[in-house]
């Protein structure tokens, strides 16, 4: 099971289970929908996440700690107010996962992903046709995150944190020479949306054509897209 919940305006809290086993759940924005899922579902969660320390991935929290207090939750050290277990990279192992920790920072100095059974939840580092504004500054950091986000098999199943594809393609369309592959992906997005479906997940091996800043092939030209990125 892999499913999207979702929180404030526009995140994901993904939750993701092998069959007859217990759940991760990563980010936690606020808990709203997620109790009322776990609950329906009959699932209850091994491990939570956090793949940063921005509020809207964290704020929820207190209030998941107070239904699960002894549920582990992993992140970054600047998540150490809200994570029960620091990791930094390496490898997570709970009873039914062995989890892949990988270093993304940029978008926050710390930033993590985490890779399990082929799916990748990048939170802010990675969107479906973007990717997350440089908070720290530091291109070059963020740049080496995607290139190694990118080095991923094309089958990867990717689980970004925030619904941003629409507006994402849109930038896409404006410096790719690749319009005709965003084109489609805009009108199959569209008529997702219309529908109130998410345009998530995504794959690796689709990024790879309609994503500027995995296509970006050096770092002058993925810091000049970042900043136009930033303007649009």
Known sequence: MLTPIPALNDNYIWVYARENCSAIVIDLPEINRLIPFLQQHNLLPEAVLLTHNHVDHVAGVPA???HFPNVPIYGPKECAVNATHIVHTGEIRTPHYHIQIIPTGGHTEQHLSYLVDEHLFCGDALFSAGCGRVFTGDYQQMFESLQRLKSLPDSTIVCPAHEYTLANLAFAQSVLNNKSAVKNQQIL???????KQPSLPTTMA???HINPFLIADNLPQFIEWRKAKDRF
């Open 64 to 66: 998941f700690k107070q």
């Open 189 to 195: 997005i569209t008529q997702q949306r219309e529908k």
């Open 206 to 208: 689709l990024e790879k």
